[in-house]
Structure formats: structure tokens, C-alpha cells
């Protein structure tokens, strides 16, 4: 099948592919909009099935990013970078250098930076073959502390503000007391966490990582339930953070959380879940709106900003997902749909 045939094909400019023997590399890069700026989006590295899984999320994990960016009021396009292979298994130094040769074959067109599977380290390496990778040269971070280049603390601080934003509109309430489900606890989830906790929410957990919810059940007393079920457990809040469509036909009617909010990206299996979930009375808050609060970082750092314009800039999400909320209750039309209704505005008519 063509790649152009696609079902998440979107009128993407570039879809590239690599392969070097030497290191094992095998990743795929999609530049879906430049017309706001060259496209950013992270380098994800997962052990995917298949190559046509690969390219099923990169291919939607890049339109997420003209989306975010262009919410996120950001002079930038959308893109996204897949490795595919698992990253505890068989990531070399090496393979990150060749991956760094990759994105700048591109020239300049897309810039990478961290995402699931990839670290500061891995981007140092790629850093090594190309000047086009970001997330690398942080100086600060929202709150103040030292930065080591890793956006998650920005992202995760981001769905926080943004939770609390749709806890007001759905609870009319804060957070303390209501117990929040949380699936995936990497970079992003654990600190989302730590944040959730520090507000009086109660955790349940759950990832594919027995050492990830140990971390989380003894730092905040979290319950840990099995992975399959986390997607249905009674809570108030639902927050993805792990991969991508997890509310699908087959679990929509089963969520029993009010209140859908987290940092993962492509969380509806289709644009046409957010009408269920709609007629269901659960709110969803937009994932690229909520989880912007990393590309946020990665642009501030590059220009001459400062910890208090960040978190600003963060804090915005929450404004952003209050309004959207508003106008899917008066419209009554599903979130998803009144945010990209936003964002192809600013990204189709610049």
C-alpha cells in the first residue's frame, strides 16, 4: 500500500525513511505542515510490531504537532520521528548518531527532541551528526531549578495546569478528594504524579513497568491496578499517558471517569470518539491542547526567555482548554473538534 493511501495520510509534505545496516536503525520521519515555521516534533523509539504500526503513529503523532504547535501559539510546524525497536534492548549510541545523519538529511526542515524511548543523552548523540535537534541546550526550567535539557517537567507541569482546568469545569472543584487514574509512568506520568498528589488527589496506576508503579506506589502511596484495566477503573480522572489510541470503539462505553485529561498523544482512536464521549457527558480535554507544556519548553529555550515567561506560557493551557470547554458546551460540539476547528485557523490561513 502506498504510503499516500494511508488512512492517517493528511496531506503530509514529506515522508522519509532510513535504514543503516551498520547500527540497526530503522525509523521513519513525517513532516506534516511547515506553513507556521519548520516542523518540531519529538523522536519516539518503541518496539512496534511492524513497520506499518510504526508508520500508522507517525503518521498521526506529526498532525498532532501542527495542531499543538498552533494552539500552543508557536511559530512552528508539525512533525515526529519513530525508531522502531525496543529502547531497553537495543539502542546504541551508534544508532542514535545515524538517527542524528537522518534528521539532518532533512535540512532543516524538522527538528527532533525527546520523546518516549529517548533521552537527553541520545539527542547529545544525534546533536553529534546534525545541528537541527532541540531540547538540548536548556538553561532553565518553569520553576526556577536547573534544567538537564529534558522537556517532561514542562510537559507534565502543563497537563497538571490543564487537569485542574478541567476538574473546575466538570466538578466545580479542585483537585483534593478525587481520585485520578493514571496510565504510563515515564518521564512525564511519574511527575504528573508527583503533582497530583501534592494537590490531594488519590492515584491508581498502572504501566507496563513493574519498577515505573512500584516508584509511584511508594513515593505517593499510589494504588496499582493491572494495565488492562486502568482504562476502566472508577475514577474521576482518566490521564493517558502512555501511547496513543487507547479510547477506541471497543472502551469508550466502558470509561467511567468523568473527566478524560493526559499528557499521551492521538488518545482517541478516532475524531469520532469525541462525539461518544460527548453524549456521554465524559469532558475531554484535546491531548495536544493539554500536553503542549514540552514544546512550550523547547522554544523558550532556544530564544531569549526566562523560567517566569515559561511558565506563563504553560499556564495559557489551562486557559486554552477553559475556552474550549466553554464553546463545546455552548455549540455542543465535541472538544476535539472545537480545537482543531482553532488550530486549522491559525495554521491554514497564515
Given at each position: 500500500?502506498?504510503v499516500f493511501?494511508?488512512?492517517?495520510?493528511?496531506?503530509?509534505?514529506?515522508?522519509?525513511?532510513?535504514?543503516?545496516?551498520?547500527?540497526?536503525?530503522?525509523?521513519?520521519?513525517?513532516?506534516?505542515?511547515t506553513?507556521?515555521?519548520?516542523a518540531l516534533?519529538?523522536?519516539?523509539?518503541?518496539?512496534?510490531?511492524s513497520?506499518a504500526?510504526a508508520?500508522?503513529?507517525?503518521?498521526?503523532?506529526?498532525?498532532g504537532?501542527?495542531?499543538?504547535?498552533?494552539?500552543?501559539?508557536?511559530?512552528?510546524?508539525?512533525g515526529?520521528?519513530?525508531?522502531i525497536?525496543?529502547?531497553?534492548?537495543?539502542?546504541?549510541?551508534?544508532?542514535?548518531?545515524?538517527?542524528?545523519r537522518?534528521?539532518?538529511?532533512?535540512g532543516?526542515?524538522?527538528?527532533?527532541?525527546?520523546d518516549?524511548?529517548?533521552?537527553?543523552?541520545?539527542?547529545?548523540?544525534?546533536?553529534k551528526?546534525?545541528?537541527?535537534?532541540?531540547?538540548?541546550?536548556?538553561?532553565?526550567?518553569?520553576?526556577?531549578?536547573?534544567?538537564?535539557?529534558?522537556?517532561?517537567?514542562?510537559?507534565?507541569?502543563?497537563?497538571?495546569?490543564?487537569?485542574?482546568?478541567?476538574?473546575?469545569?466538570?466538578?466545580?472543584?479542585?483537585?483534593?478528594?478525587l481520585?485520578?487514574?493514571?496510565?504510563?509512568?515515564?518521564?512525564?506520568g511519574?511527575?504528573?504524579?508527583?503533582?497530583l498528589?501534592?494537590?490531594?488527589a488519590?492515584?491508581?496506576?498502572?504501566?507496563?513497568?513493574r519498577d515505573?508503579?512500584?516508584r509511584?506506589?511508594?513515593?505517593?502511596?499510589?494504588?496499582v491496578?493491572?494495565?488492562?484495566?486502568i482504562?476502566t477503573?472508577?475514577?474521576?480522572?482518566?490521564?493517558?499517558?502512555?501511547?496513543?489510541?487507547?479510547?477506541?470503539e471497543?472502551?469508550?462505553?466502558?470509561?467511567?471517569?468523568?473527566v478524560?485529561?493526559?499528557?499521551?498523544?492521538?488518545?482517541?482512536s478516532?475524531?469520532?470518539i469525541?462525539?461518544?464521549?460527548?453524549?456521554?457527558?465524559?469532558?475531554?480535554?484535546?491531548?495536544?491542547?493539554?500536553?503542549a507544556g514540552?514544546?512550550?519548553?523547547i522554544?523558550?529555550q532556544?530564544?531569549?526567555?526566562?523560567?517566569?515567561?515559561?511558565?506563563?506560557?504553560?499556564?495559557?493551557?489551562g486557559?486554552?482548554?477553559?475556552?474550549?470547554?466553554t464553546?463545546?458546551?455552548?455549540?455542543?460540539m465535541?472538544?476535539?473538534?472545537?480545537?482543531?476547528?482553532?488550530?486549522?485557523?491559525?495554521?491554514?490561513?497564515?
Amino acid at each position: 500500500m502506498s504510503v499516500f493511501d494511508h488512512k492517517e495520510f493528511d496531506n503530509h509534505e514529506r515522508v522519509s525513511f532510513w535504514h543503516d545496516k551498520a547500527s540497526g536503525l530503522q525509523a521513519i520521519i513525517a513532516v506534516h505542515d511547515t506553513h507556521l515555521g519548520p516542523a518540531l516534533g519529538g523522536c519516539r523509539m518503541w518496539p512496534y510490531s511492524s513497520s506499518a504500526e510504526a508508520l500508522t503513529d507517525v503518521l498521526r503523532l506529526s498532525k498532532g504537532m501542527t495542531y499543538k504547535n498552533a494552539m500552543a501559539e508557536l511559530p512552528l510546524g508539525g512533525g515526529k520521528s519513530v525508531i522502531i525497536g525496543d529502547p531497553r534492548q537495543i539502542k546504541t549510541p551508534a544508532m542514535m548518531e545515524s538517527m542524528g545523519r537522518f534528521v539532518d538529511s532533512l535540512g532543516g526542515s524538522y527538528f527532533t527532541a525527546e520523546d518516549s524511548g529517548i533521552s537527553v543523552d541520545d539527542l547529545h548523540s544525534m546533536a553529534k551528526q546534525s545541528k537541527y535537534i532541540a531540547g538540548i541546550n536548556a538553561k532553565y526550567r518553569y520553576d526556577g531549578q536547573p534544567s538537564d535539557g529534558n522537556p517532561a517537567p514542562s510537559t507534565a507541569y502543563g497537563v497538571f495546569v490543564g487537569i485542574q482546568a478541567a476538574v473546575r469545569h466538570a466538578f466545580s472543584s479542585d483537585l483534593n478528594g478525587l481520585t485520578v487514574a493514571i496510565q504510563g509512568l515515564g518521564h512525564v506520568g511519574y511527575r504528573l504524579a508527583e503533582h497530583l498528589h501534592k494537590a490531594g488527589a488519590k492515584l491508581v496506576v498502572a504501566d507496563i513497568y513493574r519498577d515505573n508503579t512500584a516508584r509511584v506506589e511508594q513515593a505517593f502511596g499510589a494504588t496499582v491496578v493491572p494495565a488492562e484495566e486502568i482504562t476502566t477503573y472508577p475514577a474521576d480522572v482518566l490521564a493517558p499517558c502512555a501511547m496513543g489510541a487507547t479510547i477506541s470503539e471497543e472502551s469508550v462505553n466502558m470509561i467511567q471517569a468523568k473527566v478524560i485529561a493526559g499528557a499521551a498523544n492521538n488518545q482517541l482512536s478516532t475524531e469520532l470518539i469525541g462525539e461518544q464521549l460527548l453524549d456521554r457527558g465524559v469532558l475531554y480535554a484535546p491531548d495536544y491542547v493539554i500536553n503542549a507544556g514540552g514544546v512550550i519548553d523547547i522554544y523558550h529555550q532556544r530564544f531569549d526567555s526566562n523560567p517566569d515567561d515559561l511558565k506563563a506560557h504553560i499556564e495559557r493551557i489551562g486557559d486554552n482548554l477553559s475556552a474550549i470547554f466553554t464553546r463545546s458546551a455552548n455549540e455542543k460540539m465535541a472538544t476535539n473538534r472545537v480545537a482543531n476547528l482553532i488550530a486549522e485557523e491559525r495554521f491554514k490561513h497564515n
